[in-house]
């Protein structure tokens, strides 16, 4: 089985273009995490999604940032007029249920966003 | 809200020795998991092993092997025998059993294993 997908592995932008970010989960699972990696630091919550439904945004900054996982096709985490700050590694992660018999989620290898 | 310490940013250990890497977290919850991640230079997250709370028995996975201690919300990670693969940044991480299930992450141990 394939295992969560990220793409692209590296996006570079300039300030104030928008950054897409694409995160395909484990074929089956229905919950995606988005956590975000600044340099030297660990990984930090973002926002919890199911199919067509946001559960938990309270690690998104209010403002920018937005996340959807329709009911068709990846996840997209969306950052507008990005500034360099947001240069960090974004990860996805997935599991089956959010439950505790499916707590562990799996991560994909994450894209680096840099902006220049 | 939780919190996940790890105070030691960076160790050391010699080919074939043992290490272990600390973990200290605060909740008020009383069921929920710990694991221990490893990101090496690719900056994949893999998991190296977890513990359930309500299991007193601490967990282990061939040379890993943890030292869960509830009352001291102490989950530290032993490494036997260490190989230098094993040499990578180390997240410990806890998730509630309530609410949305995110992980919180420590700051992370650099550990490199010298050969």
């Known amino acids: 089985n394939a295992g969560v997908m990220q793409n692209p592995r590296h996006l570079v932008r300039r300030r104030g273009q928008e950054a897409r970010l694409r995160c395909s989960p484990v074929?089956?699972?229905?919950?995606v995490y988005w956590y975000r990696q600044l340099p030297e630091e660990g990984l930090k919550f973002m926002v919890y999604?199911?199919?067509?439904?946001?559960?938990?945004e309270s690690g998104m900054p209010k403002e920018r940032f937005s996340a959807e996982f329709p009911k068709e096709g990846p996840s997209i985490l969306r950052i507008q007029q990005v500034v360099r700050g947001d240069s960090a590694a974004y990860f996805c992660?997935?599991?089956?249920?959010?439950?505790?018999?499916?707590?562990?989620?799996?991560f994909g290898p994450g894209t680096r966003l840099t902006v220049t | 809200a939780q919190t996940v310490t790890q105070s030691q940013p960076e160790m050391s250990v010699q080919e074939a020795e043992t290490v272990t890497l600390s973990c200290t977290y605060d909740?008020?919850?009383?069921?929920?998991?710990l694991f221990w991640y490893k990101q090496p230079p690719s900056r994949q997250m893999i998991l190296v092993i977890r513990?359930?709370?309500?299991?007193?028995q601490n967990a282990t996975e061939n040379r890993f092997s943890v030292n869960f201690q509830k009352a001291a919300k102490s989950f530290s990670l032993k490494i036997s025998d260490s190989q230098l693969g094993d040499t990578a940044m180390y997240f410990c991480?806890?998730?509630?059993?309530?609410?949305?299930?995110?992980?919180?992450f420590g700051t992370g141990t650099r550990l490199k294993v010298l050969a």
């Open positions: 991480a806890f998730m509630q059993y309530s609410g949305t299930y995110k992980y919180i």
């Open positions: 999604l199911q199919k067509e439904n946001i559960i938990d």
């Open positions: 074929k089956g699972h229905s919950h």
């Open positions: 992660a997935s599991s089956p249920q959010g439950g505790p018999s499916g707590h562990e989620q799996y």
């Open positions: 513990q359930e709370a309500y299991k007193q």
């Open positions: 909740t008020s919850e009383s069921n929920y998991y």
